[in-house]
């Protein structure tokens, strides 16, 4: 059985590898070789979701990022504005939904190619994409792990070389598990450029993975501004209010419930929760529960690559001790029986649904109980939203419960960097002729677009939907 898996991941390998090259030269690229570089922006344009970013290198069309629109009722996923059988390439910067949900609708609709990505995004989608098929139908599709058949991934800083002599890199970006700066390498020699996409740009100063590297050179960068018009609160101060909140948990022998996102968040959680009882900081009797079969398979995989983590995340780690895996953790993955004190880990982040909604129910009408939100953004209408509003009655599956437990608000758990991370990085970029700032509602978007031409001099712009942007 092990030699046949090795085999078949062999032969996959291998076929990808032949596909890489000959994605750049198939018969419709011919159509439209030109000198003249032109980009796209399809999705999170005045919005943080629909990452999805049509580059024409002149020689070949990459897509940059497929995501799915996550604000939205779904209807907007099925349609693109070009034809998917036009694109031959698409690169990830990670798994998250709204950077890889609409990859089902490009297949189905003609692309055949491939999908670049860095370790383990495979495996992450693997999770990832069954479950928005489960939400948006309530089945997993067969077409969902065919699809995955076509990812592959690539290490960081080793660039791959298309037939065109389009290159590829990817660089660690820090957001979560896998995700990636895109650095796209094109053009003859004469006039080579070089696109910078920084993805989803991690928190570096409160995170559990490597920080991100430096980037020394770009004609054209597309930086990310969810908030690219704000600071975070200092992630020291944060985690310990944090912890101070959980110590309360404990010795009123209680529960605390922290409504957290499957991917990344339960597992910055879970190792803040590890530094918190392997330093002093918590006690060890807290009993941690992640309530989500999701976030379980999640949370192994984090386990399985822990070679991405902070050194002060993987000091003295053995087998049976990590963020991920050690004393009094129980991976469920289901509402069960509780031994307290309990911390108990669940989706959604916003409490609008799943376990999340369920334990709040059974929780909230209890003095004793502590609800701490990790997320700086509840949904306006979910019980998150009137919960950290003050709400005194809220509505969970349209019954009406009295709120008698605390509720406590971490919103510098973010993994998305601040402005002045952002400028920090992009001050060590020579060379930047266009800057393109997406993934931002408009005010941050405008503001960190104003903020590097002001500070940097660069042009700046906050795209603008199905725009066709010529590169310089």
Known sequence: MIRRRSDETIARNLLALILICAAAVSPARAEHVSTQATIRFI???????????????????????????????????????????????????????????????????????????????????????????????????????????????????????????????????????????????????????????????????????????????????????TYGDRSHVGCADEMERFYNVLRQTADDNAVAIIPSFVLARTQKVLAFLHRGIRTGRLPDNLNIYVSSQSAVELTKLYRANDGQLRDEYREGLRPDSSPFSFANLHLTGSNGRLSRPAVIIAPSGDASIGPAAQIIAEYVGDPTTRICFVSSYQTPGSPGDALTSGAQRIEIGGKAFWVQGKVYEFGGFSDHGDQPQILEWLSHISGVRQVFTVHGAPAAARALAESITQRMGWPAEAVTSEKLYVLP
């Open 43 to 225: 999705g999170a344009t005045g919005e943080i979701s629909g990452s999805c970013h049509l580059l024409d290198t002149g020689y070949e069309r990459i897509l940059l990022d497929c995501g799915s629109f996550m604000e939205s009722d779904g209807s907007r996923d099925d349609a693109f504005s070009f034809p998917p059988v036009s694109v031959n390439l698409v690169v990830l910067s990670h798994a998250h939904l709204d950077h890889t949900g609409r990859l089902p609708a490009l297949y189905a609709q003609g692309y055949t190619g491939l999908v670049l990505c860095a370790r383990p995004t495979r495996s992450i989608a693997e999770v990832m994409l069954p479950m928005q098929d489960r939400i948006k139908t309530g089945t997993s599709g067969s077409a969902t792990q065919r699809i995955l058949t076509n990812f592959w991934e690539i290490p960081f800083a080793t660039p791959r070389r298309l037939a065109t002599g389009t290159e590829i890199e990817l660089l660690p970006a820090g957001h979560i598990l896998g995700s990636a700066m895109i650095i796209v390498r094109y053009g003859p020699p004469e006039q080579r450029r070089t696109l910078v996409f920084s993805g989803d740009f991690g928190n570096d100063n409160c995170g559990i993975l490597q920080p991100k590297p430096t980037v020394t050179a770009a004609d054209t960068v597309i930086v990310e501004s």
